[in-house]
T-cell receptor, first 113, second 112 residues
Framework: DPKIIQKPKYLVAVTGSEKILICEQYLGHNAMYWYRQSAKKPLEFMFSYSYQKLMDNQTASSRFQPQSSKKNHLDLQITALKPDDSATYFC????????????FGEGSKLTVL | GEQVEQLPSSLIVQEGASVLINCSYTDSASVYFPWYKQEPGKRLQFIIDIRSNMERKQTQRLTLLFDKKTKHLSLHITATQPGDSAIYFCSAARTGGYKVVFGSGTRLLVSP
């Protein structure tokens, strides 16, 4: 059983549109994260949340907005999509801040045309 | 901010060989160093970790060495198998932070 569910697994979008990537974890973890993986930057930290509060943000662009409706949810809204946003977006979670291992989802592969 | 470098970027070995993956970091405040494995098309999976108060950790065919003075880690994999073919990532994290920084990865291919 997948413990972190990411939806959709694949998506194609047109430049300028908006997409939401869904992430739910059923591990009982307190912290959740988003990472981006592309050919240019292999695994890039984007955001971290703990108890639905933003803890760290390394994404310069406001086009990327995390949304946490519940402790075990951390969605990622991306607006005004650009071809450079094409990447695989991984959601992860951990029991506690940096004292435990990250458990990753299977990723959402986004292609922007 | 923290930067994590990994070398080599890729390795091709015959089954049964040993491999060494090197990793260096820049932030002296980093204290926790987990490593992950990513098989093609799959999620990253934790494989081994070490904390800054340790010099060595071993589990099955993996040995992780840590040198705090030089800010260097090395992962040794012995008796490689085709199933070890994957991208291996080194990472670093500070105490009390919510950010884990990853290296660029080492792509390992083990041929039968």
């Amino acid at each position: 059983d997948p413990k972190i569910i990411q939806k959709p697994k694949y998506l194609v979008a047109v430049t300028g549109s908006e997409k939401i990537l869904i992430c739910e974890q059923y591990l009982g973890h307190n912290a959740m994260y988003w990472y981006r993986q592309s050919a240019k930057k292999p695994l890039e930290f984007m955001f971290s949340y703990s108890y639905q509060k933003l803890m760290d943000n390394q994404t310069a662009s406001s086009r990327f907005q995390p949304q946490s409706s519940k402790k075990n949810h951390l969605d990622l809204q991306i607006t005004a999509l650009k071809p450079d946003d094409s990447a695989t977006y991984f959601c992860a979670s951990s029991q506690a801040r940096n004292t435990g291992q990250l458990y990753f989802g299977e990723g959402s592969k986004l292609t922007v045309l | 901010g923290e930067q994590v470098e990994q070398l080599p970027s890729s390795l091709i070995v015959q089954e049964g060989a040993s491999v060494l993956i090197n990793c260096s970091y820049t932030d002296s405040a980093s204290v926790y160093f987990p490593w992950y494995k990513q098989e093609p098309g799959k999620r990253l999976q934790f494989i081994i970790d070490i904390r800054s108060n340790m010099e060595r950790k071993q589990t099955q065919r993996l040995t992780l060495l840590f040198d705090k003075k030089t800010k260097h880690l090395s992962l040794h994999i012995t008796a490689t198998q085709p199933g070890d073919s994957a991208i291996y990532f080194c990472s670093a994290a500070r105490t009390g932070g919510y950010k884990v920084v990853f290296g660029s990865g080492t792509r390992l291919l083990v041929s039968p």
